[in-house]
């Protein structure tokens, strides 16, 4: 009896992990947000990509870009990083730590701690670009959202 | 004999023994007791419903509170926040980062032993001193230095290691686009001379040709102008400079250097450019190096390639040639990744160069990212020479970190 309570209990841990595994992998939607005075409505994805690789430095109208990242072990920058830039965000940061390190960086990410303050530093800069979880974004009247990556 | 039990609070319920029931002055007593005890029933009740009401309007308010103390932590984080990353504000303070690496060499080298090696520690210095300018430099440790002067003389005593101040300049940049840096910096020359800090390539050695077709720093002025070209991000790099051996104070000749790079990202993911370096050095040698690099990434995959080719124009013999290439692989693979080299080089100036020859070196590395700033490696080099007495194998163990805020 002890032995098939235990055998269930396994099978019931693994099960969790594996849920639980599933849940993280596919996570929420990521939005991807800009000031409102941006003009853009939309941006796609190879765009979005070549901002965060500093393939482009400013926007059309010519605002420098201002680029933030959430910290290194958020979920959403790990979606984001495989999503946007198709590599681990321990090696997008590598990447970046080597151009810092070289003093090569043109445009570096600022990275924030919490979504809200990567909403909150879009909002009051015209030329900023970030990316938060889907709901942390829908309801907020002071950003745009112009890319969701499912 | 008698037990009184509460359950709500303010419903008495009483438990009577079967023997003490049977007691008539017992039986008044308890009904008496009975009996007002369910008279206040009511009142307590009321007083109960008050006292719950008031409960609850504190722990509205106690609520209410707590959110409004969230949101006040909340802004103060994100104040502190903003004063980290010095977004729109210029650090106070000087910032320090670096990197190190310590490895053990295992070789069959004939002129070389197998040896523990304190290979770097270097430290970067950097300061915005205003949104438009900045202070830059790196100062490497080699082989972990150490000075020692005689206490009476001065003289020096002892003498290890190298001491290098590796590159500081002043920057000036106006924009992301457009900067100028004046001092020591790096040779804006192929892929490897720019990108090559131990944290972050796969391989501990460098290829054969670099120091040896183009000086490593250069001392000088350099401009770079970054713009796009059909989409295509474009780097440019303009510099002059003292030229190879000709470091700070120690210039030997009228001549400067002149050196230009180009870098254009064609896809994501796909670069190419060319280089060029001419100087004519302490020897009346002039030198004159021109280079292409290719650096190709699909997914997990990487190629990074460069040729250089530098023609030698001495005024009083015949001209002569050195050359050298490499091709390296990378995998990466989760924590792991796996790459292989092949490296060869013509260069005059090398060690075991033997004339006109070529040195060949086959180079296959493992590193494991145990963080974003340490790695492990594993590495074997094996180095074929003309002379095949100097033939080398080699092994490599090393562990490399990167520390600060990067």
Known sequence: MGRISFSLLTVLVLALNIVAFNVE??????????????????????????????????????????????SLQDRVRAAFSEKILGMSAD???????????????KNPPYTMKSEALIIRRVASEKGAIGYVSYSAAKNSQDVRIVNTLQ | ????????????????????????????????????????????????????????????????????????????????????NNVGLLS?????????????????????????????????????????????????FEDAPRFEADRNSGNLKKAQGTVFVEQVYVEYRPSFSLDARLGRFHTPFGIWSIYHFPPYVPFQTNPLFFENTFPEVSDGIQLR???????????????????????????????????????LEVVPGASLGGSYYRDRDNLNILRSSYGAHLLLSYKALKLQGEYVIRENEISSGPKFRDNGLYAALTYDLGKW????????????????????SSLFRYTGAVNYHFAHNVVGKVEYDRTVSPDRSLDENRAIFAIAVAVGDL
């Open chain 1, 25 to 70: 992998a596919t996570g929420e939607p990521v939005a991807v947000i800009v000031n409102k005075a941006n003009p853009a409505e939309s941006l796609s994805e190879a765009y979005i990509k070549k901002i965060y690789t500093n393939g482009v430095l400013s926007w059309p109208d010519g605002v420098p870009i201002t680029i933030y990242d959430l």
């Open chain 1, 91 to 105: 090696r997008v940061a590598e990447e970046w730590a080597h151009l810092k390190i070289t003093n090569h960086a």
């Open chain 2, 1 to 84: 004999m008698l037990q009184i039990f509460s359950i709500y609070d303010f419903i008495p319920v009483i438990f009577l023994k079967e023997r003490a029931l049977k007691k008539p002055g017992l039986r008044i007593l308890t009904v008496i007791l009975a009996s007002c005890l369910l008279a206040s029933a009511p009142s307590r009740v009321r007083a109960g419903d008050d006292r719950l009401d008031r409960l609850e309007k504190e722990v509205t308010g106690l609520k209410q509170e707590n959110e409004d103390l969230k949101k006040r932590l909340g802004d103060l984080e994100a104040d502190q926040e903003e004063i980290r």
């Open chain 2, 92 to 140: 106070k303070y000087l910032d320090v980062s670096g990197y190190a690496d310590v490895q053990y060499d295992l070789t069959d080298s004939r002129t070389d032993n197998s040896k523990f090696r304190v290979r770097h520690l270097s430290f970067f210095f950097s300061k915005d001193i205003t949104k438009e300018w900045k202070l830059f430099s790196e100062v490497d």
């Open chain 2, 225 to 263: 102008y970054s713009f796009s070209v059909k989409d295509m991000p474009l780097d440019t790099n303009v510099y002059v400079s003292n030229g190879g051996g000709n470091a700070g104070g120690t210039d030997g000749n009228a001549s400067k250097a002149v050196g230009a790079r180009v870098n």
């Open chain 2, 337 to 356: 990744t796996f790459a292989a080299r092949y490296d060869r080089c013509r260069c005059n100036a090398l060690d075991e160069q033997v004339a006109g």
